[in-house]
């Protein structure tokens, strides 16, 4: 299996602050990486594919580049929708992985 | 746009078989792979495995003894069958579609309690 583990596990910021998630894979691939948004009591909702692909409909505001083993999910000006939990998920092969998680707290 | 609707039992007893069923509508089940993937209260992901209408499946290896997932094409309906629950099986667990990989869609979540 290929983990997928994500820093910080935690992270407080401020309304309009640029954030950087890392997630990190035990084994090297493409970019067959996957990022999503989830709030408490809701479903994933999915942000970005293919490691820097934009889903439709989400705010350009996020971003996500890697290949390999490193991968990151950027926010460019941080707003108040933003603060809820973001993991990463691998498809390179199965089983699917996803990372613990990292938490986006207001500062 | 595809909806994905799970239903089933809150509660099963442990050593039992927890039975949860999704529900497609809006769109063609046999255009897509389904998957289960369940969350423990506060903790993260977990991918339990896929199935496809072709009658294609591919289980987590940590699951695999205890899952069976099928799909129903004419009542539309993809479910998750996994046998000699504990209490380690509590979680909210999610029905999602994919085409390439990556899940485009997500049910609601459905929690299930494994106790006595």
């Known amino acids: 299996d290929i983990q997928m583990t994500q820093s910080p596990s935690t992270l407080s910021a401020s309304v309009g602050d640029r954030v950087t998630i890392t997630c990190r894979a035990s084994?090297?691939?493409?970019?067959?990486l996957a990022w999503y948004q989830q709030k408490p009591g809701k479903a994933p909702k999915l942000l970005i594919y293919?490691?820097?692909s934009l889903e439709s409909g989400v705010p350009s505001r996020f971003s996500g580049s890697g290949s390999g083993t490193e991968f990151t999910l950027t926010i460019s000006s941080l707003q108040p929708d933003d603060f809820a939990t973001y993991y990463c998920?691998?498809?390179?092969?199965?089983?699917?992985?996803f990372g613990q998680g990292t938490k986006l707290e207001i500062k | 746009q595809v909806q994905l609707q799970e239903s089933g039992p809150g509660l099963v007893k442990p050593s039992e078989t927890l039975s949860l069923t999704c529900t497609v509508s809006?769109?063609?089940?046999?255009?897509?792979?389904w998957s289960w993937i369940r969350q423990p209260p506060g903790k993260g992901l977990e991918w339990i495995g896929y199935?496809?209408?072709?009658?294609?499946?591919n289980y987590n290896p940590s699951l695999k003894s205890r899952v069976t997932l099928s799909v129903d094409t004419s009542k539309k309906q993809f479910s998750l069958k996994l046998g000699s629950v504990t209490a380690a099986d509590t979680a909210v667990y999610y029905c999602?579609?994919?085409?390439?990989?990556?899940?485009?869609?997500w049910g609601q979540g459905t929690l299930v309690t494994v106790s006595s």
């Open positions: 999602a579609m994919y085409r390439n990989g990556y899940y485009e869609g």
């Open positions: 293919k490691a820097s």
């Open positions: 809006g769109g063609s089940i046999s255009s897509y792979y």
């Open positions: 084994q090297s691939f493409s970019n067959w």
């Open positions: 199935g496809h209408y072709s009658g294609s499946t």
């Open positions: 998920q691998q498809y390179n092969s199965y089983p699917h992985t």
